[in-house]
């Protein structure tokens, strides 16, 4: 198994979100919320969720 986490400084995330620049390079991983490369639909949904999340009105 190969061991990655979010790269960005002081992120404990899990990096489930991996991306090379290039087929020869090497991936780089970052969790969800530093992931760089979200499509805009992606980052739509993920500040609805902090902003819920910020409000305390999480849907259970
Ligand atoms: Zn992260």
């Excluded at 530093?34 to 409000?55: D, G, I, N, V």
Aim: aromatic residues 16%.
């Amino acid at each position: 198994m190969y061991i990655h986490f979010c790269e960005e400084d002081g992120c404990k995330e899990w990096g489930s979100w991996g991306n090379s620049a290039s087929p020869a390079g090497a991936t780089r991983w970052w969790c969800f919320e530093h992931f760089p490369h979200k499509s805009y639909e992606q980052e739509q949904a993920l500040r609805r969720k902090l902003e819920a999340a910020e409000h305390g009105n999480i849907v259970q």
